[in-house]
């Protein structure tokens, strides 16, 4: 049995590949499918087939994916290409009578107002109406969100954003990923879609109270109205769109609909999902190596 994996040479795509050589899959029997292969290397290397599989080139797809039974759809970055692309995707796996169609969806996505989800539900509609027969895996926030800009958060004291009082039931990419190659290696008997997050949801407030006390400084979350927040990302150099998405997801934060208390995540991992804490001392531990 082969099992694919697009975008695996992506910050989820590794770990996923990762985490199916972690439970056993002989890595001949994995795929990692990737526009680019030259940066897979490291995969080869391992023995792990490297195929190109260009989103936008569907002549790669029905190479990519010869002789596969299992497939994983990481969701494309592009969102002016994102569904021409998830449609060579889709049909691509018709065409070879993929056996099990996985996709990383949005946490609520049939009903989740955020600006992302939309090319979302449209995709597990997609995926859906092909017949295949599939696992939906919507994904809620990645810890990591919070760990990239720990450095400026601390020595300003203060993190921004415009998620009052909502909570975030995020979790790392590692417990996604792990969730990810469980159900690629033994999948449900019927169609299933799985509402993933953490075990332990946070508000944007305890989440400045974690980062200061393990600082050993004062950070606090400061609740800014919807423009001023992308003011103040769009100051710091993000660009205006890039800013809007982030305070829409915030937003929503705000609506309850990064939260989930379906367990979902933890069934699939077979263990808690990774705390908050662990995951923020892991991030200043490296960025701590890198200064």
Do not use: K
């Not at 393990?214 to 769009?234: C, F, I, K, N």
């Amino acid at each position: 049995m082969t099992i694919a994996v697009t975008g695996a040479t992506g910050q989820l795509g590794r770990r996923v590949v990762a985490a199916l050589l972690a439970q056993g899959v002989p890595a001949d029997g994995i795929v990692a499918a990737v526009r680019d292969p030259a940066r897979a290397a490291e995969f080869a290397e391992h023995g792990v087939q490297v195929r190109q599989a260009d989103y936008d080139r569907p002549e790669t797809l029905a190479t990519a994916f010869a002789d596969v039974r299992r497939l994983l759809l990481i969701s494309a970055n592009d969102p002016s290409r994102r569904m021409t692309q998830h449609l060579h995707v889709v049909s691509a796996a018709v065409d070879h009578a993929v056996e099990l169609f996985a996709y990383t969806s949005a946490l609520h996505a049939q009903r989740n107002p955020m600006l992302i989800a939309a090319d979302h539900r449209a995709t597990e509609l997609l995926i859906a109406e092909s017949g295949l027969r599939h696992v939906v895996l919507r994904n809620g926030w990645y810890t990591e969100n919070y760990t990239q800009n720990l450095a400026e958060v601390t020595s300003s004291g203060v993190l921004p954003g415009c998620a009052r009082d909502g909570e975030i039931a995020a979790a790392p990419r590692a417990d996604y990923a792990a969730a990810a190659a469980a159900v690629l290696t033994d999948p449900p008997a019927d169609d299933t879609i799985y509402e993933l997050g953490g075990d332990e949801p946070f508000t944007m407030a305890q989440l400045a109270d974690e980062i200061g006390r393990q600082a050993g400084s004062q950070v606090v979350y400061q609740d800014l109205p919807v423009r001023e927040y992308v003011a103040t990302l769009a100051g710091q150099g993000m660009p205006e769109p890039q800013a809007m998405l982030i305070a829409d997801s915030d937003l929503n934060v705000a609506r309850g609909y990064l939260t989930t208390d379906s367990g979902d995540l933890r069934r699939l991992l077979g263990r808690p999902t990774t705390p908050l804490a662990e995951v923020l001392a892991a991030a200043q531990m490296v960025q701590g190596q890198g200064e």
